[in-house]
């Protein structure tokens, strides 16, 4: 692998864009996370920077409780900084509908140091808190360690604030992931929230992965509505399957079953299912 990276780093610099694009992509089909091959291949994804997607996403509840229905558009463009990505989504549920509009960016700083800024707004806020802001920082550590810090704010009616913090672990082409989320209240009962996935890579460019998610508190890891926040005590197992299928069209499929324990009633579980469909150009 070394010596692979080094081979990169002379192509690259020597304005061999194809040679170097190729040495990134096995580098990182054998060492997925790899922060210098990450970065090259970075740099040199303008062959189709654009990607288009569809995703649609769908809660089931127990006790004849009404579904959440949710479908979002995307527009993502990768740069040399950094991917952008512009996000619409729309959502139903109490016979209730509503928009979020977001705007995402993931800028890279140098070699295993990049970062997480989201911002986003409703058009109504009957389902999504009037504003969404995120930032998180990534930093990559020795031993294919890396850890992150981050936080969320999100403008409901109560404000809540939500601290992130994460610890990722790479070998060869699987990445283990311990994540925790702490809600204060203010009022002595704050939420924490801990999560821990493992990924593996596979796939000609190593970019296709299956997972597996275990939580225990909130029923996602990334809260974006006012379903997110309602579990505050819940175990939850997540399958999720994102696959290149060719250079231009990309797959996501994901599975989730949630438990929640009630004081003086019964167990609720929540079911969800998702998929996504994107298009590069």
Do not use: C
């Not at 109490?94 to 707004?121: C, H, M």
């Not at 992931?177 to 929230?193: F, I, L, M, Q, R």
Request: glycine residues 10%; charged residues 25%; hydrophobic residues 35%.
């Amino acid at each position: 692998t070394d010596a692979r990276v080094a081979l990169m780093n002379v192509e690259y610099w020597s304005g061999r864009e194809e040679a170097a694009r190729a040495h990134a992509k096995a580098v990182l089909a054998e060492e997925t996370g790899h922060p210098q091959a990450s970065l090259v291949e970075q740099r040199l994804s303008s062959e189709r920077p654009w990607t288009a997607g569809v995703a649609y996403t769908w809660d089931w509840f127990d006790g004849e409780r009404s579904p959440w229905h949710e479908t979002a558009l995307s527009l993502a463009r990768e740069t040399r900084l950094g991917s952008v990505i512009l996000r619409g989504s729309h959502a139903e549920r109490f016979r209730l509908d509503d928009q979020l509009i977001e705007l995402e960016a993931y800028p890279t700083f140098r070699a295993g140091t990049y970062a997480y800024v989201g911002v986003g707004v409703a058009t109504k806020s009957d389902l999504y808190p009037d504003y969404r802001v995120g930032v998180d920082l990534y930093q990559s550590l020795a031993w294919g360690l890396e850890v992150s810090g981050g936080y969320r704010r999100l403008g409901f009616d109560d404000p809540v604030d939500i601290y992130i913090g994460s610890l990722t672990k790479y070998v060869g082409n699987w990445m283990w992931t311990a994540k925790v989320n702490y809600v204060p209240s203010g009022g002595g009962e704050d939420s924490t929230s801990y999560f821990g996935s493992v990924r593996h890579y596979f796939g000609e460019s190593g970019t296709s992965w299956v997972g597996l998610t275990y939580g225990h508190g909130l029923s996602r890891e990334e809260v974006r509505n006012t379903g997110d926040l309602v579990q505050l005590d819940s175990d939850s197992l997540r399958l999720e399957l994102d696959v290149e299928l060719t250079e231009r069209w990309l797959l996501g499929l994901s599975a989730t079953g949630s438990r929640e324990e009630r004081t003086s009633q019964e167990t609720l579980w929540q079911y969800t299912f998702g998929s996504r469909l994107g298009w590069r150009f």
